[in-house]
Structure formats: C-alpha cells, structure tokens
C-alpha cells in the first residue's frame, strides 16, 4: 500500500468513506463528489496505479464485483442503466492514480453532471444504506 494514497488510507481505516461492499481484496464505497447520485466506486485493496500494474487475475475478480455493485446501484438508484468507467493516468482523466473502477447510475441518456461540491457525508451514507440493500 501506499502511505500517501487516498484508498490506501480508506482502506487502512486512516481516512473515511461510506462503504457500500467490502471483501478480502476489494472496498467498494460512495464518491464523495459523484458525477451522478449513487456514484460509486470499486477499487482493489492492493495499490496497483493503473490496469497496466494490476494483475490479470486481480482485475478479473474486481470486475467480478463491479458487476455486483452496477446491479446493486441500478437497484438502489431506479437507474435506467449504468455507466462503468475506468481513466488510466493523467492524460486520460485519471485523478487517483489508484486503479478504480466508476459505476455511475444514469437515467437520461448522454446525461452526465459533474457534481462541484462534496456531497455532504449523512447524504452518503444514506446512500450506501440503500445500495447494501441490493447486494
């Protein structure tokens, strides 16, 4: 893990999230400034900076739960689909260079906003909660 990453410290307890899903190799947990409500994000427990560092194994089972989770927030979230996004570095929107995975609920087709501020955290749990309920 990495001392300075953001899901490293999420995953080491050091920093907080709403978890949605968590097992021995992934967390999967709430964004705190989702492009759509219910934005959530899988992410794999080792530190892996790209899915050109990740094992092939390792990223097969992460989409392994990334699929339970589009279920779950589809469920949650009444969405019409899903969209699964995955940036790697810089030049392709990557922010955390911690490989991730984006399940972002949509309901109108080509609609995707770009939340400016942190959702306030009651908000994010409250979310959570209804997504857990769906796994």
Do not use: W
């Amino acid at each position: 893990m990495s001392e300075s990453c953001i899901f490293c410290k999420i995953v080491r307890r050091e920093a907080p999230a709403s978890v949605v899903y968590e097992d021995n190799q992934v967390i999967a947990f709430m964004s705190i400034q989702p492009a759509n409500i219910g934005h959530t994000l899988v992410v794999p427990k080792k530190h892996y900076e790209n899915i050109f560092d990740i094992p092939e194994d390792e990223h097969a089972y992460l989409y392994k739960v990334v699929k339970k989770i589009a279920h779950a927030v589809k469920g949650a979230m009444s969405a019409a689909g899903i969209r699964i996004v995955q940036n790697n570095g810089a030049a392709a929107g990557q922010v955390i260079f911690h490989v991730h995975v984006h399940v972002i609920p949509m309901n109108t087709h080509g609609a995707f906003l770009r939340h400016l501020e942190i959702r306030d955290l009651q908000l994010l749990e409250e979310d959570a909660a209804r997504i857990r309920r769906f796994i």
